[in-house]
T-cell receptor, first 112, second 114 residues
Framework: KQEVTQIPAALSVPEGENLVLNCSFT??????LQWFRQDPGKGLTSLLL?????REQTSGRLNASLDKSSGRSTLYIAASQPGDSATYLC???????????FGQGTTLQVKP | EAQVTQNPRYLITVTGKKLTVTCSQN?????MSWYRQDPGLGLRQIYY???????DKGDVPEGYKVSRKEKRNFPLILESPSPNQTSLYFC?????????????FGEGSWLTVV
């Protein structure tokens, strides 16, 4: 059974720092891995989608990597800003039902 | 604008009073699904639909029903809500269920059952 774990559960950093969020999964047979952002009272916004054949994806200050063999992904946020404060969720798509398996999330606070 | 729209966004209801949470997408997506999000348990899939008239159970289907009569709509029905169904509900859609497809989520529906 696929399980997704995110470490740390919470993170507080000063503005301007580069930071890394970690995601691990137990079954390497995945179709893709997605990183989402969730703001309080809001829905999920897809940040980056990495296909199983890819190693990384970049969007602006965000870079996500995928190491399928070791069951790990990282989300790198460069030059963090207070507006980056949110909960970041990692999810893997495995199996053929289209179901995403989510981690518990990392709640990030970027202090001005 | 591509979007997944859920209604209502916030609802307080009483035990046993049937309710429906609507979900509509404007992207002509084949695949739609419902998740619930609970503290400590994360997001879990309730039901999914591969296409019109094709639905199946997710991980936590008990107490819920769905229907997919039209491609754009995928309502979630609680026939007799109970307090353990108090949760934040998300509808999601993607072009198909395959790995190359980005999944889009609605803004969520906060449901409280008293």
């Amino acid at each position: 059974k696929q399980e997704v774990t995110q470490i740390p559960a919470a993170l507080s950093v000063p503005e301007g720092e580069n930071l890394v969020l970690n995601c691990s999964f137990t079954d390497s047979a995945i179709y893709n891995l997605q990183w989402f952002r969730q703001d309080p009272g809001k829905g999920l916004t897809s940040l980056l989608l990495i296909q199983s054949s890819q190693r990384e994806q970049t969007s602006g200050r965000l870079n996500a990597s995928l190491d399928k063999s070791s069951g790990r992904s990282t989300l790198y946020i460069a030059a963090s800003q207070p507006g980056d404060s949110a909960t970041y969720l990692c999810a893997v798509l495995s199996g053929n039902t289209g179901k995403l398996i989510f981690g518990q999330g990392t709640t990030l606070q970027v202090k001005p | 604008e591509a979007q997944v729209t859920q209604n209502p966004r916030y609802l307080i209801t009483v035990t046993g009073k049937k309710l429906t949470v609507t979900c509509s997408q404007n992207m002509n997506h084949e695949y739609m699904s419902w998740y619930r999000q609970d503290p400590g348990l994360g997001l879990r899939q309730i039901y999914y639909s591969m296409n019109v008239e094709v639905t199946d159970k997710g991980d936590v289907p008990e107490g819920y029903k769905v229907s997919r009569k039209e491609k754009r709509n995928f309502p979630l029905i609680l026939e007799s809500p109970s307090p353990n169904q108090t949760s934040l509900y998300f509808c999601a859609s993607s072009l198909r269920s395959g790995g190359e497809n980005t999944i889009y989520f609605g803004e969520g529906s906060w449901l409280t059952v008293v």
